[in-house]
């Protein structure tokens, strides 16, 4: 293993420029990732801020008692679905109305709005189907007169997401594999750089372990370092929109972590197919 370490460092030694355009290449196809990241980041919370606005209005009986708001209160919250409840009176849905519809404050001089309950859901409860069974389930007391979500709004707010999921998902197998085809490009070049000293190690007797383990720590170290100069160049490009364009959120540190990880493991994935495949050529040709 210390064998091993020594000839991967000897790499960066012997050929520091083409070690530092691997490394570069690598940064920068791991930075378009990271872009792509901060992007599916920032709709995902987008559309978490747009999810908390849902709610459910369950509209009350004129002259419903204190007690019986108090009892549906107290039921409503009790539904596992339901994060929040709260009572609108009549007199505060009016004032509400007027400070939001301001420039409609002259149609509310006369209006009586009815009571109502706001009721929230809890994170991961918010698609349709969740939604409308709840809805059902409030309409179902004697006290409550009529019950309004915004069907329509809260399904296309669910395909919107699934959608966004979908996409992310397959756009990161995608940056994922060509990180992992240009790791093994330049990989490739070193096993065809050392092809004689590679043919003198096989009769020599060197094992195929022996002869792949540096080339797999190389791959590695060149996708810790290029994830790390990715991590700076997403950071950089995050502030430079947050200060030009509109705030956006960036990574939390374990995030970048796992980011930089992620990018060692590409490295070792693909030193581990590119050696594979071009040690048998170069052993094959020997």
Known sequence: MRLAWREALLAFRRAPLMSMLGVLTIAFSLFAFGLFGLVALNIRDALRAVEDRV???????D???????????????AFPEVSDVGYV????????SREELAEFSDVFDAAVLPGSLEIRLREGQRDPAQVQAVADRVGTFPAVDDVRFG?????????????????GLGLGVVFA?????IIGSTIRM???ARAREIEIMRLVGATNGF???????????????????AALLTWGANRVISQSLFETSFFTPSQVTLGIVAGGVLGLLGSF??????????????
């Open 273 to 286: 197919l590119s050696v594979g495949r071009h040690l048998r050529a170069v052993w094959r040709d020997a």
């Open 211 to 229: 002869v792949r383990l540096p080339f797999l720590i190389e791959g590695a170290l060149k996708g810790l370092l290029g994830g790390v100069c």
């Open 151 to 167: 069907r329509d709004w809260v399904e296309k707010l669910y395909r919107v997401r699934t959608l966004a999921v979908g996409a």
């Open 89 to 96: 009176s009549p007199d505060s849905a009016l004032a509400r």
């Open 190 to 192: 070193a096993v065809l």
């Open 55 to 61: 709610e459910i209005r369950a509209f009350l009986v």
């Open 63 to 77: 002259g419903t008692s204190e007690d019986a708001i108090a009892a549906l209160l107290g039921a409503v919250a």
């Open 177 to 181: 594999l060509v990180a992992v085809i």
